[in-house]
């Protein structure tokens, strides 16, 4: 057991566990006080959040590599069930983004970023001697591309940003030519005028209001301009748990999810948002840390896409709601109220985990791969900051 | 292994990113932090006006004559509204409320400029359009029935002039009221006394605070200014001598066609006025029930112009009522002495060539003073105020006359307490001069102390003369308002008489003006007998004022007719004006009229109607 505990990265948990906290906390001052015990979502999102840290633990002790040949059936599994959901998914908020399963509502978008994950990873790791070839910067677009195209039709262009974000990050650290990567960044300014002559109504309507939420305060403005009063008001120390009139009196809209973070600047003042942010900054350069450490290349592309999908979400999320980026519907993660989005982050900490506590381990099958393909040492250099 | 230099560089932009959030957020928390706890405050609070009662209007026996009147009224938080629901809303309150489109559309401009304050946009709502809006709450977003008033005026057809009526702002005078604190929303005063004490009668706005959800429901009262409720005005008039007066002049009237005409009576000593009444007139409850097209289409288009106060705003030449004035002149300038006497024979033809006719064809012989007011000659006048060239009198000149014009209060307004009182015109040959461009000539000064030709009068003017013949020379501003009240009852201001002025004319020479004016009416030669009461003594002038129009069969101008005086001869206790528009003979039109109000005053029983009496003379019959 000691041993166990021993291989723990003991930063990444207690920046997760702190997280989980903050959003235990904001939800707990905005739960239904008639809801008694697992009807709480506060209790909810606690007694998950602790399962969810309790499986984390567990996957520390399992050899991440073991994903490895997982990757294809996982990736088609997403898929699968993000075709599912645009056929016979709930219709709910504009939207079909979820399905239920008995009792339990499976949101398989936020899955499918970590299934992505581990697909860039293995291909990416397993091209790496050509890793600077267009098709290999191709095909893993190819790959990211079906799931965001699902996604975006849902409709929900937001979380089909943040996987480009990560294939980006990904294809980046695996050794893509700049230029290879600048081309679609610079079709995708190009193409702007005609997505925008496509784009859905509530799209436009989100970056008009995020160019000037004064413009229509009512309106499409409203929540914008909501959670800047809610933050600003905040001042130092917030108004204290529970109080501040904005989340109190409901005129901060979508406080549990989207706006979470401005009720916590209400609440907690600059003190929690910047403790909040720090956190995140921690658990972020943990994951690439982990990464850089990690025995292999697939081991560190894991925990680079794991850090860009946590520092992707975010940063729109707290963008957004202090202003600086547009409304996406990107909740936060670990924070917000949604449990497949924590339990998902959450099983990302787990693949953190494991990639730290199997950064010494003998290689087994992944290295008879390399060998095969002739190109990489079994174990790569260690990263500058290892020991 | 490779990529660890690019994950440092991902590792340094993810920081600097996170790095730029955390000036945002210090931005936000502490350099504008004081902006956003601003705007979430006045999320939280809203504030609501709560307006004060208007004022009462009462008669001089505390009748009221005015109430506030319970009413479901429409109003409108337009934070509440969502700008894309603006439309549709709309659309349903103007069939809901029969306001129009582009009338609710202004307000709900003005609205917005404060959002959170709840607004009205329509005064009063039938019954069941309120309740059909209560039950449509959730498709009207930020609409609230809520009881209001009001103003039902008791009198409102006998008083229409005096009092006037509230109603909306004119869109145009939106930001002056806005400047003393009237909110765009309110009714005004817009005519008579509603107006002219709008600001007393409106009392001061309360106001009432409230901490709101997002959904605009009401939590609970932060705290509460109670409003200042209006003072309530008590008028010098009674209603029934009101009422009363006007029915006489009513039935004087209906004898015409198309009959028009106004009446003036003062107590004398105080300038308090009596009864004031201009024919047609309108009910004030029109303007505030929300007049029926037609009722209202007719208001407007008849010549007649029933919506102007003729008594205070309609100008007319005087005619013979104006001679005291170039009489007293006269007297106090010695350019004659009470005894000297001119020879009248009918017609004075000048040098030039200009001839100046008397209305008497033959003329009166030798005329004194006296004579020359109770007969009403015109030539004794013309020598008396122009001069005669051939018997070398030198007469009181232009400049002079005009001095003792405005002396009786001419040219200027008396100052009662009613909007839209007319000044009148003392002409002048700096006058004429200005604004026709031509040279005065003695004929104008001739017309002037007749009271034709450029002077121009008001019915109020006439009876405040008359007022300080009767009372010894002290003329008083007309006083409408006796005394304000605040809402436990109590004196709050009283308006004490004033004198504005007094004529500049001896006793002596005032007595003889009385007598002539004693004379015009109760001896046989003078030309108001038909005012002669039989229950006092009368003592007044008739007036017979040409004015420029189509002439008769005879090649006579048209002419409006006038009495003017007061009652008893001694010691009076009133002072009148008689005006009938295109009345014809002063003496025949205005004389019974003056007469049977002065009847009626005197006895308190409503005369006999004028055609039972026995001297009944039709207005067709002229002479």
């Known amino acids: 057991m000691l041993r166990w505990l021993a291989r723990i990265e003991w930063a990444t948990v207690i920046s997760t566990i ?66 599912v959901v645009l056929l016979v998914g709930d219709f709910d908020l504009g939207a079909r983004r979820w399905f239920e399963l008995g009792p339990i509502v499976v949101q398989p978008s936020e899955f499918m970023k970590l299934a992505a994950i581990v697909a860039f990873a293995k291909y990416l790791s397993d091209r790496s001697d050509s890793a600077r070839s267009l098709r290999t910067v191709m095909v893993s677009l190819g790959i990211m591309l079906i799931p965001a195209c699902l996604i975006f ?41 005609f997505a925008w002559f496509f784009a859905q109504d509530y799209m436009r309507q989100r970056f008009v209001t995020f160019l000037n939420p004064s413009s229509d305060p009512l309106g499409a403005g409203y929540n914008v301009l909501q959670a800047r009063i809610s933050i600003g008001s905040g001042g130092w120390f917030g108004h204290g748990l529970g109080q501040g009139s904005q989340s109190q009196l409901e005129f901060l809209r979508v406080r549990d999810t989207d706006f979470i973070f401005a009720m916590l600047g209400e609440q907690l003042g600059l003190a929690g948002t910047i403790g909040l942010l720090a956190f995140f900054t921690l658990l972020i350069v943990q994951a690439l840390v982990i990464g850089l450490r990690a025995r292999d290349m697939f081991g560190r592309l894991l925990a680079i896409g794991i850090a860009a999908m946590l520092f992707s979400q975010s940063f729109v999320n707290i963008g957004m709601n ?55 040492p079994a174990a790569g250099p260690r990263g500058v900051l290892g020991r | 292994m490779s990529g660890t230099r690019r994950a440092l560089l991902l590792g340094g932009a993810a920081l600097a990113a996170n790095t730029a959030l955390a000036a945002r957020l210090w931005q936000l928390q502490v350099v504008e932090s004081d902006t956003y706890r601003a705007q979430a405050a006045q999320n939280r609070a809203r504030t609501r006006p709560i307006q004060p009662l208007r004022g009462l209007i009462y008669d001089r026996n505390r009748t009221p004559l005015v109430a506030n009147a319970p009413v479901f009224s429409v109003w409108l938080t337009p934070a509440d509204l969502p700008l894309e629901r603006e439309g549709p809303v709309l659309a349903n309150l103007a069939v809901l409320t029969g306001e129009r489109l582009v009338d609710l559309r202004f307000k709900l401009n003005q609205a917005r400029l404060a959002p959170d304050v709840p607004a009205r946009l329509a005064r009063a709502v039938p019954r069941e359009s309120a309740l059909t809006i209560e039950e449509r709450r959730q498709d009207l977003p930020g609409i609230a029935v809520r009881t209001g008033t009001r103003r039902e005026y008791a009198h409102g057809d006998v008083f229409g002039h005096i009092l006037g009526f509230t109603g909306p702002i004119p869109a145009e005078d939106v930001q002056t009221y806005r400047g003393q604190g009237v909110r765009f929303d309110e009714d005004i005063g817009l005519a008579g006394i509603e107006r002219s004490l709008q600001t007393q009668l409106r009392g001061r706005d309360g106001e009432q605070r409230l901490e709101t959800d997002a959904f605009g429901r009401a939590l609970h009262e932060l705290s509460f200014t109670p409003p200042q409720v209006g003072r309530h005005a008590v008028l010098t008039i009674a209603v029934n001598e009101q009422k009363a007066i006007r029915e006489i002049l009513a039935r004087h009237l209906a004898l015409r066609e198309r009959g028009a005409g106004a009446v003036v009576v003062l107590r ?45 705003s309609g100008l007319y030449p005087p005619g013979s009522t104006y ?50 007011i109770a007969e009403s000659c015109n030539i004794y006048f013309y020598n008396v105020s122009g001069g005669n060239p051939y018997t070398r009198l030198q007469g009181l000149g232009n400049r002079r006359l005009a001095e003792f014009e405005r002396s009786f209060g001419f040219g200027q307004r008396t100052g009662i307490d009613l909007p839209g009182e007319a000044s009148g015109l003392v002409p002048t040959s700096e006058w004429k001069n200005k604004n026709l461009q031509q040279p005065w000539v003695t004929g104008d000064t001739y017309h002037a102390a007749i009271g034709q030709g450029l002077v ?122 008689v005006l009938v528009r295109d009345g014809g003979e002063g003496s025949f039109a205005a004389a019974p009229i003056a007469r049977d109000i002065v009847d009626y005053l005197v006895t308190g029983d409503m005369p006999p109607l004028p055609q039972n009496r026995p001297d009944f003379i039709s207005p067709d019959h002229r002479l």
């Open chain 1, 18 to 83: 702190a997280l989980v906290a903050f959003g235990v906390l904001m939800l707990s001052t905005t739960a239904d006080p008639n809801t008694q015990g697992l009807e709480n979502q506060a209790v909810q999102k606690a007694v998950l959040g602790a399962l969810g840290l309790a499986l984390a633990f567990a996957m520390a002790q399992i050899d991440y590599r073991g994903l490895h040949g997982l990757a294809a059936p996982v990736y088609l599994v997403g898929v699968s069930a993000l075709v």
């Open chain 1, 153 to 193: 039709f849902q409709p929900d262009l937001g979380t089909a940003l943040i996987f480009g974000a990560i294939w980006m990050a990904m294809v980046f650290v695996a050794g893509a030519r700049w230029w290879h990567l600048l081309t679609p960044v610079v079709i995708a300014l190009a193409a702007f005028p």
């Open chain 1, 322 to 376: 202090v202003g600086l980026m547009p409304v996406t519907g990107i909740t936060l993660p670990l924070v917000s109220l949604g449990k497949n989005s924590l339990l998902v982050t959450l099983l990302s900490v787990g693949i953190l985990l494991s990639i730290h506590s199997h950064r010494g381990a003998a290689p087994f099958r992944q290295q008879s791969m390399h060998v095969v393909r002739g190109s990489l």
């Open chain 2, 268 to 312: 004398p000593d105080t300038g308090d006025v009596v009864a004031m009444v201009s024919l047609p007139d309108y009910d004030s409850n029109i303007f505030t029930r929300g007049a029926s097209s037609e009722s209202f289409a007719l208001l407007v288009s008849d010549p007649r112009r029933p919506l102007i106060n003729h008594a205070i």
């Open chain 2, 323 to 372: 001679k005291v004035i170039a009489a007293s002149g006269a007297l106090e300038a010695g350019v004659v002495l009470p005894q000297s006497k001119i020879h009248c024979d009918g017609r004075l033809i000048l040098p030039d060539g200009w001839a100046f006719d008397d209305w008497l064809p033959q003329g009166h012989g030798l005329v004194d003073l006296e004579r020359a």
């Open chain 2, 456 to 577: 121009q009068v008001t019915p109020l003017q006439i009876a405040s003369m008359y007022a300080a013949i009767g009372n010894g020379g002290r003329v008083m501003r007309p006083r409408l308002v006796d005394r304000m009240l605040d809402h436990h009852g109590n004196v709050a201001d009283r308006t004490p008489p004033q004198v504005r002025g007094v004529l500049p004319i001896s006793d002596t020479n005032l007595q003889l003006l009385q007598a002539g004016l004693y004379r015009a009416v109760n001896e046989p030669q003078g030309t108001g007998p038909r005012a002669r009461s039989a229950h006092t003594v009368v003592a007044g002038k008739t007036g017979t004022a040409e004015y420029s129009g189509a002439r008769d069969a005879e090649g006579r101008l048209p002419s409006h007719a006038w009495f003017a005086g007061y009652a008893p001869a001694e010691q009076p206790e009133y002072a009148f004006a």
